[in-house]
């Protein structure tokens, strides 16, 4: 099925760091998400954009919607131990079809 | 309130067997969406359902059959299944809105082993 490109695949940084991950596409998108998914658990939202250009933080977390509506950016300042996991873009596309697609993840990985 | 709940969390079977999964949303989601997720391909959509009738429906064979309850409560059925059917399904909730600005809610999967 159709996927998203996000990038890196995986990082293993120092506590402390800061981490920026993204995803492309080559459709646009009304809608991008971001999750985090620990182990054996589903995937939990951390953020969601709306709109081109919206730039949203959670905490340590800053995500954008692309103004150009084909790609999006997760930063993670300062990161500490619990950051570790996969973190997952999701574009809801524009038009009718209510399907999320989804990047295949960026493993995190922190050295305390 | 409660989030998505999926029973069992963990399932072994073997080839040729059937399976059925189960999913509760959270309370005052009308939609459901099931997920397959393997290492390698990510997350997959199955499908969706929304007021007991499928609404989308991703590309997987028709061994992968789902239906949604009038309580909104769902569950996927895999018959005779196959070792390649091992991974994590994934449920999730939404609320449905008519807009396509909407988020959804996951449960913590159940996990397959297929021997």
């Known amino acids: 099925g159709q996927q998203l490109n996000q990038s890196p695949q995986s990082m293993f940084i120092q506590e402390g760091e800061d981490v920026s991950m993204n995803c492309t596409s080559s459709s646009i998108f009304n809608t991008w998400l971001w999750y985090k998914q620990d182990p054996g658990e589903g995937p939990v939202l951390l953020i969601a954009?709306?709109?081109a250009g919206e730039l949203t933080s959670n905490g340590r977390l800053t995500a954008q919607f692309g103004i150009t509506r084909k790609d999006s950016f997760l930063n993670i300042s300062a990161s500490i131990p619990s950051d570790v996991g996969i973190y997952f873009c999701?574009?809801?596309?524009?038009?009718?079809?209510?399907?999320?697609?989804w990047g295949l993840g960026t493993s995190l990985a922190v050295n305390p | 309130k409660a989030g998505v709940t999926q029973t069992p969390r963990y399932l072994i079977k073997t080839r040729g067997q059937q399976v059925t999964l189960s999913c509760s949303p959270i309370?005052?989601?009308?939609?459901v969406s099931w997920y397959q997720q393997t290492p390698g391909q990510g997350l997959q959509f199955l499908f969706e359902y929304f007021s007991e009738t499928q609404r989308n429906k991703g590309n997987f064979p028709g061994r992968f059959s789902g239906r949604q309850f009038s309580n909104s409560r769902s569950e996927m059925n895999v018959s005779t299944l196959e070792l390649g059917d091992s991974a994590l399904y994934l449920c999730?909730?939404?609320?449905?809105?008519?807009?396509?600005?909407?988020?959804?809610?996951f449960g913590p999967g159940t996990r397959l082993l297929v021997l």
């Open positions: 999730a909730s939404s609320l449905a809105a008519r807009t396509l600005q909407e988020t959804q809610y």
């Open positions: 999701a574009g809801l596309n524009a038009g009718n079809n209510r399907k999320l697609i």
């Open positions: 954009l709306y709109k």
């Open positions: 309370s005052g989601h009308r939609s």
